[in-house]
């Protein structure tokens, strides 16, 4: 479709969200990561029954642990299109990158500027 | 197996923060099932941790390890060579592997990560429920497989009490009435005429009330 | 069946005549006075007087001592113990107090669960259950040992009780455990608080299909209901209790000064119900905080004066 979404978003590609695990996510804010999106089938439609239902759990599960670390549980959200909803995808593209920006740098990125210097 | 579940995670910082390096070690057994303790657990433990610390401007080194079991000497062999880098460990195995990790490296202060909760089994993923609390007699063959003593909240060796409502204990809608499950078992064996057995007094010197326990068996002991 | 103890119930059982008892619930603190006063009021109504013992899992002053101050009024009082709160060496020893105070029933409990009470995060002990209890009590009177098999010296003599509760679940086994409870040696039986009375008298039926209202002395359990709250509150909140819903309408549809009365109407009549009913050889009344309505009740149900039997 050629629409234009933010170029700071880096996308990476699973079979299905259910492969997703809290691990992945907090592995991506350890390395300096600003925020994760995960973007599922939606709910009803997973491919493989019920994955992107276990995805929305483990989205909150991280979303507990990055709040109580203090890097912030809002950095991480779950989003559900059809693979055909192109222009969504961009939305939540900008929506994610908007909120991301409006809540700064990940601290952790921060932090460990300033500890290196 | 025994059933574990996560402590908090503020409740972890709040035991290991005064350390630099520290060792989270995870069990392959119990606490993986239950999904309390085992590799995945310490790797989002010890991701959590790092953040955490960095966050809070602090320099702490936090490494993984997950060994086959903590119950048995030859596994914590495993840490012989690198323990001593360590400030402090912070065991996801149950309450008895961070006793016997902490009785075998006994310089080296170990924490527990996970509360160690009971013996039970797996009714799906995600649901685990008590079933035996070692009583050390087991009466199973008497209360047509189901136990009295783990499962009654009274553990009543003559009940159901009063407070036995439709299947459920007066505690809890969620919990069964361990009686009624040993009379429905007793009817489907055509035995419910043994509910009329009186069962006597039990010898709880083989409990906990008894002290500590061992179990020595000098037919295997080397 | 002849008397065994000096029991002043078992006396009046025993003679074929209709026993009553009631209760009373022992104070939050250690003014006995609250607990005299309602065994007073009570006196000449019934034939002995059960104190709770830590009901509902809420601690209170001790069923024994308030036994004791009941016992030196010259009334009599019947020992609740449950299991709950006293391993067996707890238990013996307070089976013994009682008895150096000449109390001379007993009724044998197993305890609300802790988690209802004041002390959730208390530990509970449940080293016998009241099964064990009733036998427990029997051997130390019949045998005059002690668990242990030592000799007691002056052993018990209780009258021993059990509670039965025709509306828990499961019913298929309540006259089975009402058996139960007669083979491990109960001597008398107060049941739960009866409000479904066809329910009470098909398990009376099933009781008697089985010789067991010749074996035992059953009381039937009664409690006015004081308001339509208290009733739909019984029937939703205790477990074990069975209300049927036209008893929580007929209280409902009385107006609220009404209620009290209502609800002491609906007693006399179960009362006056089970009198013809087989095997009911006497009545509990159960009027927790509200035990000045004993002697109405009483009187209402013909049930006064009581018998005075030979001290």
């Known amino acids: 479709m050629r629409l234009r979404y933010p170029d ?17 996510i907090l592995h991506a804010f350890e390395k300096g990561a600003d925020g994760v999106y995960v973007v599922g089938c939606l709910e009803g439609e997973c491919r493989f029954e019920n994955g992107n239902l276990r995805a929305r759990r483990r989205v909150e599960q991280a979303k507990t642990i990055l709040d109580v670390i203090g890097v912030g549980g809002e950095r991480v959200k779950m989003f559900n299109l059809s693979s055909g909803e192109g222009t969504r995808f961009a939305e939540y593209a900008r929506e994610m990158t908007e909120k991301i920006r409006e809540l700064g740098p990940n601290p952790i990125k921060t932090a460990t500027k300033r500890q290196a210097a | 197996m025994i059933v574990a579940d996560k402590k908090p995670i503020e409740e972890v910082i709040e035991m290991v923060k005064g350390y630099q390096k520290i060792l989270i070690a995870g069990c392959n057994e119990c606490v993986t099932v239950c999904e309390a303790g085992g590799k995945k657990e310490v790797g989002i433990l010890a991701s959590a ?5 960095t966050n809070q401007g602090k320099q702490v080194q936090i490494d993984e390890v997950t060994l086959e079991r903590q119950c048995d000497r030859e596994y914590l062999e495993e840490l012989r060579n690198t323990i001593d880098q360590y400030d402090a460990v912070l065991s996801l195995a149950c309450g008895v592997g961070v006793q016997f990790l902490a009785e075998t490296y006994f310089r080296t202060p170990v924490y527990p990560g996970v509360n160690t909760c009971f013996m039970g089994v797996t009714e799906e993923r995600g649901v685990w429920s008590e079933r035996c609390q070692g009583c050390g007699q087991c009466i199973l063959g008497q209360t047509a497989g189901i136990c009295p003593i783990s499962r009654c909240a009274k553990r009543l060796l003559n009940g159901p009490c009063g407070g036995s409502t439709k299947g459920k204990c007066e505690i809890s809608k969620d919990l069964d009435c361990a009686w009624q499950l040993i009379i429905d078992r007793l009817k489907e064996l055509g035995r419910l005429a043994d509910y009329e057995q009186i069962a006597p007094i039990k010898d709880w010197s083989t409990e906990r009330a008894g002290g500590p326990r061992r179990v020595v068996r000098e037919d295997v002991r080397q | 069946m002849s008397a065994k103890t000096p029991s002043r119930l078992e006396q009046i059982l025993d003679s074929g005549q209709l026993a009553v008892t009631s209760e009373c619930g022992p104070p939050r603190g250690s003014d006995i006075g609250v607990i005299t006063k309602k065994a007073e009021m009570i006196r000449d109504y019934v034939d002995a007087i059960n104190i709770t013992d830590n009901q509902t899992s809420v601690t209170r002053l001790c069923s024994l001592a308030a036994c004791i101050h009941l016992k030196q009024m010259g009334l009599e009082p019947t020992l609740q113990m449950v299991v709950r709160d006293r391993n067996r060496i707890a238990l013996q020893s307070d089976i013994l107090g009682a008895a150096a105070f000449d109390i001379h029933n007993i009724l044998c409990l197993s305890g609300d669960h ?15 259950d009241s099964m064990q209890l009733i036998q427990t009590v029997r051997h130390m009177r019949d045998d005059g040992k002690f668990l242990g098999g030592d000799d007691i010296q002056r052993p018990p003599r209780m009258f021993v009780g059990a509670a039965a509760n025709p509306f828990a679940d499961p019913f298929e086994i309540r006259v089975p455990r009402l058996a139960k409870k007669i083979a491990a040696g109960a001597e008398f039986i107060q049941t739960q608080c009866i409000y479904n009375v066809d329910k009470f008298e098909l398990w009376m039926k099933m009781a008697r299909e089985r010789g067991l209202h010749e074996k035992v002395y059953i009381l039937a359990g009664v409690t006015p209901f004081k308001s339509a709250g208290m009733a739909k509150y019984m029937k939703n909140r205790v477990p074990g209790m069975d209300v049927p819903d036209e008893v929580v309408k007929r209280m409902a549809g009385v107006p609220k000064e009404k209620q009290p009365d209502e609800g002491i109407a609906i007693c006399v009549e179960t009362i006056k119900r089970l009198k013809e009913c087989e ?19 009483v009187e209402q149900a013909g049930l006064y004066p009581r018998p005075r039997m030979g001290d």
């Open chain 1, 8 to 24: 700071t978003i880096r996308i990476i590609r699973v079979p299905c969200t259910g492969k997703v695990d809290v691990l992945h």
């Open chain 2, 49 to 53: 941790l790092r953040m955490y610390f």
């Open chain 3, 114 to 128: 802790q988690t209802f009470g004041d002390c959730p995060q208390g530990q509970n002990v449940f080293d016998i």
């Open chain 3, 279 to 297: 095997g009911v050889r006497g009545f509990h009344i159960m009027a927790i905080e509200w035990e000045e309505k004993v002697p109405e009740i």
